[in-house]
């Protein structure tokens, strides 16, 4: 997630255990075909110790902010969308697979970019923010309803 316009990056599904090999191939998915990072926030979990996964941070030149122990507070942003995730998308959605479990948070994280206003930007969508999608003013006397997620959202759209 990007912090500043709130928008997903992405997301990386890996089926199995996951070792240092397995999330340096996971980030290479999220990131490929964008800017790296400057900074990434993580947590205190033991896959951020693999030798591996600290190669491939120094090699990118990316500057790891560690959280604060048992204070989750300290990357509210982060955590708030993991809850939102949770409660928006993975609570209400039966997967398959690995292959389909990516596709539906790649269509939630469509949704949450592109049509889901937030607050904390003034009611404008992550897409809008970063400049990515401009829109339009639209006249919505006449509108019909656009699905998304397979259905588990509708946002208004001009007919």
Known sequence: MDQYTRRIIGFAVHAG??????????????????PTPRFLSTDHDPLYRFHRWRANLRIR??????????VPLSHPFVERLIGTIRRECLDRTLFWNERDLEHKLIEFADYYNRHRVHSSLRGCTPAVASSMDAGNTIDISNYRWQSHCRGLYQTPMAA
């Open 61 to 70: 030149k990316i500057t790891e902010v560690i959280t604060v122990p048992y």
């Open 17 to 34: 255990i996951v070792d240092g090999a397995a999330l340096c191939q996971m980030f290479a998915h999220v990131v490929r075909g964008q």
